[in-house]
């Protein structure tokens, strides 16, 4: 199965200033065109309950699974939106036994680090985009080092680059 993460990076690596604000506030038309295409490519969208909230809604055409503590105090909607407390590797058997093989991981710092942590990731999709952040929002939270490898680097509009690593 492969499981990527993707993500909008500022140049020094954030993929946010201000935990509630919605990355579309800096990340180009471009980029979002991309995530658009790769998520619904993978069908299946995994993201932490903080970064659901900056989305609002279901986004058509993808099955989204929102990490939660509190799955069952959350309406979900039938066949695009579950809430789920379930661990990493069971979310993703679950989304295997429903006939997916690529699952997006779609953030924030919490949920990329809790799936590339578990091992599970297999790709990452990083689009870095011309701004920097003093502060905000690291990528990943403290871990291991992980080696990649870098399999592919390509423009995205004419500002930004998208970096498809696969991990060693
Ligand atoms: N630039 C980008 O591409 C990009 C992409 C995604 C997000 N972001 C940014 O990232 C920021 C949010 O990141 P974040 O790390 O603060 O939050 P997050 O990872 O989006 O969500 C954290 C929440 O996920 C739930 N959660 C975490 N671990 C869990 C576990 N083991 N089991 C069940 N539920 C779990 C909890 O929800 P409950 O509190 O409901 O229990 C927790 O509060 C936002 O600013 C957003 O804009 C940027």
């Given at each position: 199965m492969e499981v990527f993460i993707i993500a909008a990076i500022s140049?020094?690596?954030?993929?946010?200033?201000?935990?509630?604000?919605?990355?579309?506030?800096?990340?180009s038309k471009e980029d979002l065109k991309f995530f658009i295409d790769k998520t619904k490519e993978a069908g299946a969208m995994i993201m932490g309950n903080s970064t659901f909230k900056t989305i609002g809604k279901p986004l058509p055409g993808r099955l989204m699974v929102v990490m939660t503590?509190?799955?069952?105090?959350k309406m979900g909607v039938e066949g695009e939106l579950i809430y789920t407390s379930d661990s990493p590797h069971e979310i993703l058997a679950d989304l295997k036994m429903k006939g997916f093989d690529k699952v997006a991981i779609a953030g924030g710092t919490q949920i990329y680090s809790l799936f590339l942590d578990a091992g599970l990731v297999t790709d990452l999709y990083l689009t870095v985009e011309p701004v920097l952040f003093g502060g905000g929002t690291p990528l990943?939270?403290?871990m291991d080092r992980i080696d990649l490898e870098l399999i592919e680097t390509k423009p995205v509009g004419t500002q930004a680059v998208l970096l498809h690593y696969q991990v060693k």
């Open positions: 140049a020094n690596g954030m993929i946010g200033q201000g935990a509630e604000e919605s990355s579309l506030t800096w990340t503590r509190d799955p069952k105090e990943l939270r403290e």
